[in-house]
């Protein structure tokens, strides 16, 4: 057989074997500015969405995921460009990032203060964006884009065309407030535009806040979703509360109609497969789940294993599955802080245990898996190099082998209740443990002391079609494993001692 027919013969098995899995999928994030840039300064010319070479992709299906999310990909313009490089803030952190190897092209402007969802004209175009996302389609992979529903750029063509669109303020309001108003000079005069924010924070100074009280714009805005929804098999939605009635009104004192349920169920008439994933916080998620969106950010576990305590995390696993499984479980991505920066190492792998064996939608963020540290911001088009740092490169490359197993997509998942090893010793409630039970009775068990002290413990096993037999429990993040009768793990449970910070993921034969 020609090598080449091989090569998609290899391709179109992957695709099978991959597009099952969008139950509890995996999802990788790229920094596309950065990324092109990084292969411009390559090959010695621009790069664009064809350049991608195939091996890159090849790697990410090797990895086991199932989507790709291309961040920043949609046009924007010279205004917010030119307030990220007088921002003070954005040229403090730019410059500390590269040292003497700064310069002002490096920082481009959010990719959040769009102008136009079409293809930004340096990274190609819209029909490059089709052809990329064929590309990712011959290897089984989904592609996710930006949505940004809360505001545009200041120089967004609506400004001169449609200023209705927006919400405005007076002269009052600017002296008062500067930091959340801005003047702009339209054919008709000048009219003060509010800067796009939330309830709680001054407004972002190189984004105007869009109107939804102005029924015109909520037209303009699905057309918009629609022209994304032709390019991709997912929408990521950028602050996607900002826009629930009652988060709008609270902030700006303008009522509105919702928003989403009739964008999503219109979208979804025309591309029932679209996959909606919100970016959302303050205990919203629920709500956001129940107007159409099938993924939410899980920010509340983020926080909870920043605190480094189990009981908060071992609540968060209460919730039921038809809300768990609609969760995007993080440890990094664009707005936070690099894992291997923020969480001291054995915490890292601990946490990574907890956020990414439980259901939901696995997030990964480029440059997580080699262990990066430098968090780049997205004012800037460019980063410097890394070194991988291989532990963590290894700890990864092993979490995402077991990712790949059926049972995380075929399986039942239930959390498991650990109790005391001996009286008096009350280690046992830094433990979580939780299984994943398989159609083919295979079993998985997930243990981790989320402490920063040894602890023990028994987990109890609910699994009465253990008894008679004689198991081998084998750790598939190590080369640990123990032999047990099938009878004591469900009499009594599974007696474990684990070091601080100390898991495993036991798969039981």
């Not at 919400?167 to 003047?183: C, F, K, M, S």
């Amino acid at each position: 057989m020609p090598v080449r027919d091989l090569f998609y013969d290899v391709m179109d098995s992957l695709k099978l074997s991959n597009m099952k899995y969008m139950i509890n999928p995996s999802l990788y994030q790229i920094n596309t500015r950065v990324w092109l840039n990084r292969l411009s300064q390559k090959f010695g010319r621009r790069a664009t969405l064809d350049d991608i070479p195939d091996p890159e992709l090849d790697q990410i299906v090797h990895w086991g995921f199932d989507w790709v999310y291309f961040l920043g990909v949609w046009q924007t313009g010279i205004m917010a460009r030119d307030i990220s490089r007088a921002n003070p803030d954005v040229r403090k952190e730019a410059i500390e990032l590269f040292d003497d190897e700064f310069q002002e092209d490096y920082i481009c402007g959010s990719c959040f203060a769009v102008t136009g969802y079409h293809i930004h004209e340096n990274l190609g175009d819209n029909a490059a964006m089709l052809r990329l996302r064929d590309r990712l389609h011959q290897r089984g992979l989904k592609l996710m884009l930006d949505f940004v529903p809360n505001h545009t750029a200041p120089d967004h063509p609506w400004v001169q065309t449609n200023p209705d669109f927006y919400v405005h303020g007076t002269q009052a309001d600017l002296e008062r407030e500067p930091q959340n108003y801005i003047r702009i000079e339209l054919p008709t005069g000048s009219q003060i535009f509010a800067h796009g924010r939330d309830p709680y924070f001054p407004g972002w100074s190189d984004t105007l806040q869009l109107n939804y009280g102005n029924p015109k714009l909520q037209e303009g805005m699905l057309a918009e979703l629609f022209n994304i929804a032709h390019l991709c098999d997912g929408v990521r939605c950028d602050m996607a509360m900002l826009i629930l009635p009652d988060i709008f009104e609270q902030t700006w004192g303008i009522p509105v109609q919702p928003f989403w349920p009739n964008a999503i169920s219109q979208i979804k008439q025309q591309h029932p497969d679209l996959i909606f994933m919100a970016e959302v916080y303050w205990d919203l998620e629920w709500e956001l789940q129940q107007r159409g969106f099938n993924y939410t950010y899980d920010k509340r576990l983020y926080d909870r294993l920043h605190q480094q305590q189990a009981v908060p995390v071992r609540e968060n696993l209460y919730a039921g599955l038809d809300f768990q499984s609609k969760l995007a479980r993080f440890m990094e991505n664009h707005d936070e802080p690099r894992a291997n920066a923020d969480f001291p190492l054995r915490v890292h792998e601990a946490a990574a245990i907890l956020a990414y064996f439980t259901p939901g939608l696995h997030f990964f963020h480029q440059g997580q898996l080699q262990g990066w540290s430098k968090k780049i911001s997205m004012h800037l088009c460019y980063a410097p190099e890394e070194a991988t740092v291989p532990h963590i490169e290894r700890f990864y490359h092993q979490l995402l082998d077991s990712l790949a197993l059926d049972i995380f997509h075929e399986g039942n998942w239930q959390l498991l209740e650990c109790v005391t090893a001996w009286k008096g010793n009350s280690t046992w409630n830094n433990f979580i443990a939780f299984s994943w039970e398989g159609k083919d009775e295979r079993l998985l068990l997930i243990i981790v002391n989320y402490a920063s002290d040894r602890g023990q413990c028994y987990v109890q096993l609910p699994f009465e079609s253990l008894r008679g037999e004689t198991y081998r429990l084998q750790d598939l993040m190590s080369d640990i494993s123990y032999d047990r009768l099938g009878d004591n793990l469900v009499s009594r449970g599974l007696y474990l001692d684990l070091p601080a910070w100390g898991y495993h993921v036991f798969d039981v034969n």
